[in-house]
């Protein structure tokens, strides 16, 4: 498996191979590491921009845990006499899985650069 770039040492690389920049980072170093920690985390993609498969796998399950304890939850009450009764697990796992995709479909309040 290929070792993953990551935005630390794309910046190290960036230092290291373009002419000026340690001169930059003596003379004024807070403003030139921002502006190369900014440079670097655009060169790096993000993992989910990469590697959708995974996140796919992730939704999908997530989802079909879902819908799978809301059809339990109803053959359960459609096959009961009197009193229905929803194992807590049932709730625990519908209520994980639907926060968990909540969670991950939700848009990033960074990437909206609030």
Known sequence: ???QLRSAD????TIMDTPGVLAQLQVNPAQTLN???AQAKEQVPRVLEHDKYVY???VSSLGAVAVLVVLGAI????NSSGTIQIPDILTALGSASIGALAGL???SPAQHGN
């Open 1 to 3: 498996m290929a070792e």
């Open 10 to 13: 794309q910046m190290a690389k």
């Open 35 to 37: 502006a190369l920690a």
């Open 56 to 58: 796919r796998v992730v």
């Open 75 to 78: 053959l359960l009450a459609y």
């Open 105 to 107: 479909l939700a848009p």
